[in-house]
């Protein structure tokens, strides 16, 4: 008897816009920077196409032995690739900061790129029980901050971006 094969599809939750051009943020913590570095690896070898902006927030325990990936994310930034990094370290010589502190310090920026780029995507990897629901926390603190919405707007817009394609999360428990 012969086994039966089925081929298995994955869907990958998120993948990088169509055009090269669109702005991009990319928000991990820890390992959730594989994709991201991906990501980059990819717009690296489209450069020529020109690049939109493409900022990542980066946030791990500490920067001695948690900074995954930071001499090619130097080398991001030094080539354009990369246009903004922005690091969080919760446990290190630093003052602690989690990656939604970052953000929310940032609020301002990434509630003009929200509001006027209607391309701009925002991409989260991460766990779901701390890091994303901290970083969907800051963003609704921007909405509200930033943009002037109320709660009850703030959860309407942030589900329409959500479905737009506009926020992508890649999520594990």
């Known amino acids: 008897i012969k086994p039966r094969v089925r081929p298995v599809s994955i869907p990958f939750p998120f993948h990088l816009p169509a055009s090269p051009d669109c702005p991009i943020v990319m928000i991990c913590a ?14 690296s070898a489209m450069k020529s196409r020109g690049l939109g902006m493409a900022w990542l927030f980066y946030g791990f325990r500490s920067q001695k032995y948690d900074f995954l990936f930071r001499e090619e994310l130097s080398d991001y930034l030094s080539s354009d ?15 602690k900061q989690y990656i939604q502190d970052v953000i929310v310090a940032e609020g301002e920026e990434i509630w003009r ?14 766990d779901e029980m701390t890091m994303i629901k901290g970083v969907n ?20 817009l942030l589900r329409k971006w959500t479905a737009e394609g506009r926020i992508l999360r890649d999520i594990w428990v």
């Open 30 to 43: 820890g390992a959730g920077i594989a994709p991201f570095i991906s990501f980059l690896r990819h717009r």
């Open 81 to 95: 690739v990369l246009s903004r990094l922005s690091i969080a370290e919760s446990r290190g010589d630093s003052q």
């Open 113 to 126: 790129l929200l509001s006027e780029r209607p391309d701009s995507r925002i991409y989260l990897c991460g």
């Open 137 to 156: 926390d800051a963003l609704a603190a921007i909405c509200v901050t930033h943009g002037g919405c109320t709660q009850e707007e703030t959860v309407v």
